[in-house]
């Protein structure tokens, strides 16, 4: 059985930076895609950032609101990604689910995605 677990997250000023972290266990390997999602309140769960590891390398797949303050990184020997979030905004306000699916390809679509945890709170203060 596939768990995720996010760790991290919390209450940042804008402007401010956060990571959250996401560690897998029970049979993710590595060709699974790892990604991000966050929902905000009174809105649908929107994609934020994927990466996955094939034979070419390593692929990053970015939403277009966080493209250029957000970075994903993955230790795919450990089952462990991580999201690093830098100048934050209000907007970015959400709940940040980790997501696996099988590979090679990252997409988008949050309907692809199998596993999913159980999120982190974030929160940008103005």
């Known amino acids: 059985q596939v768990q995720l677990v996010e760790s991290g997250g919390g209450l940042v000023q804008a402007g401010g930076s956060l990571r959250v972290s996401c560690a897998a266990s029970?049979?993710?390997?590595?060709?699974?895609?790892m990604g991000w999602f966050r929902q905000a309140p009174g809105k649908e769960r929107e994609f934020v950032a994927a990466?996955?590891?094939?034979?070419?390398?390593?692929?990053?797949l970015y939403g277009d609101s966080v493209k250029g303050r957000f970075t994903i990184s993955g230790d795919n020997a450990k089952n462990m990604v991580a999201l690093q979030m830098n100048n934050l905004k209000p907007e970015d306000t959400a709940v940040y689910y980790c997501?696996?699916?099988?590979?090679?390809?990252?997409?988008?679509?949050?309907?692809?995605?199998?596993?999913w945890g159980q999120g982190t709170q974030v929160t940008v203060s103005s």
């Open positions: 997501a696996a699916k099988r590979g090679p390809i990252a997409t988008t679509t949050r309907n692809e995605y199998n596993y």
């Open positions: 029970g049979g993710i390997s590595s060709n699974y895609v």
């Open positions: 990466i996955s590891w094939s034979w070419s390398g390593i692929s990053r």
